[in-house]
């Protein structure tokens, strides 16, 4: 099974330390955000690896061939001319991810105490994918049904609220904020023909979910760290010297 690492976006949230390179190259502990992914999920038996890049791309390209691609098998994803946005990101990558039934999907910035291994195997039979998703606090959230089905997405602070099933009431359903990691079927390429090159993974869901189950993972006792704005590298780092 693949692991695909986002790693292009422009960590615009970690400026002034993301002027100079990717957000993967960001260190937390002394080291960088990419080799902490890595290294976790070579804990969980990964060890084929497909990341994308576009900002600073080739400085990530240079970190792994000077650290011997960091002990894995690596297949860079790049998106040159433009940033495909989550869902553009892995119908872009297919060719790359495509052939073992199901990858994972992990964003470069998340540090947790996720068992992988549990999740994958958590994952039913019908699902094109499976979300870890948590309780945290925040403005936008999936929706869930009884089964842990998503049914729809809403946004807090505006009142926004979108479902593949119509106009539905958010006060029915589970509330879980995304997390950040994803299971996924490659059952999901074909649903993807016909979307443009550039569009988000979130989009995608909310319109495919209506006939294509997707559900929620949720862990007791999670600790998941967004380490993608300067406010939580203090909290990455407490995280990091605990799990020592």
């Given at each position: 099974?693949?692991?695909m690492?986002?790693?292009?976006?422009?960590?615009?949230?970690?400026?002034?330390?993301?002027?100079?390179?990717?957000?993967?190259?960001?260190?937390?502990?002394?080291k960088p955000?990419?080799?902490?992914?890595?290294?976790?999920?070579?804990?969980?038996?990964?060890?084929?690896?497909?990341?994308?890049?576009?900002?600073?791309?080739?400085?990530?390209?240079?970190?792994?061939?000077e650290?011997?691609?960091?002990?894995?098998?690596?297949?860079?994803?790049?998106?040159?001319?433009?940033?495909?946005?989550?869902?553009?990101?892995?119908?872009?990558?297919?060719?790359?991810?495509?052939?073992?039934?199901?990858?994972?999907?992990?964003?470069?910035d998340?540090?947790?105490?996720?068992?992988?291994?549990?999740m994958?195997?958590?994952?039913?039979?019908?699902?094109?994918?499976?979300?870890?998703?948590?309780?945290?606090?925040?403005?936008?959230?999936?929706?869930?049904?009884?089964?842990?089905?998503?049914?729809?997405?809403?946004?807090?602070?505006?009142g926004?609220?979108?479902s593949?099933?119509?106009?539905?009431?958010?006060?029915?359903?589970?509330?879980?904020?995304?997390?950040?990691?994803?299971?996924?079927?490659d059952?999901?390429?074909?649903?993807?023909?016909g979307w443009?090159?550039?569009?988000?993974?979130?989009?995608?869901?909310?319109?495919?979910?209506?006939?294509n189950?997707?559900?929620?993972?949720?862990?007791?006792?999670?600790?998941?760290?967004?380490?993608?704005?300067?406010e939580t590298?203090?909290?990455a780092?407490?995280?990091?010297?605990?799990r020592?």
């Amino acid at each position: 099974m693949k692991a695909m690492i986002f790693a292009a976006g422009l960590g615009t949230r970690l400026r002034p330390l993301t002027d100079d390179r990717p957000k993967a190259l960001v260190e937390v502990e002394g080291k960088p955000l990419l080799r902490h992914t890595v290294e976790n999920l070579q804990r969980f038996g990964f060890n084929d690896f497909v990341i994308n890049v576009h900002h600073f791309a080739g400085k990530i390209e240079t970190y792994l061939k000077e650290n011997d691609n960091l002990g894995v098998n690596v297949a860079l994803s790049k998106e040159e001319t433009e940033l495909l946005d989550t869902g553009g990101g892995i119908k872009f990558a297919r060719p790359l991810l495509e052939g073992d039934g199901k990858f994972l999907i992990h964003n470069v910035d998340i540090l947790s105490n996720l068992d992988i291994s549990a999740m994958c195997e958590a994952c039913p039979a019908d699902a094109i994918s499976t979300l870890l998703v948590s309780e945290r606090e925040t403005t936008r959230y999936f929706l869930f049904d009884d089964d842990g089905r998503l049914c729809g997405w809403t946004n807090l602070s505006t009142g926004e609220v979108k479902s593949p099933f119509g106009k539905i009431d958010p006060a029915k359903y589970n509330r879980f904020a995304f997390a950040g990691v994803h299971c996924v079927s490659d059952r999901i390429f074909p649903l993807m023909e016909g979307w443009p090159a550039k569009f988000s993974i979130v989009d995608f869901y909310l319109q495919a979910a209506k006939e294509n189950p997707i559900y929620a993972y949720v862990q007791t006792g999670l600790e998941l760290i967004d380490v993608g704005k300067i406010e939580t590298l203090g909290l990455a780092s407490d995280f990091i010297r605990r799990r020592r």
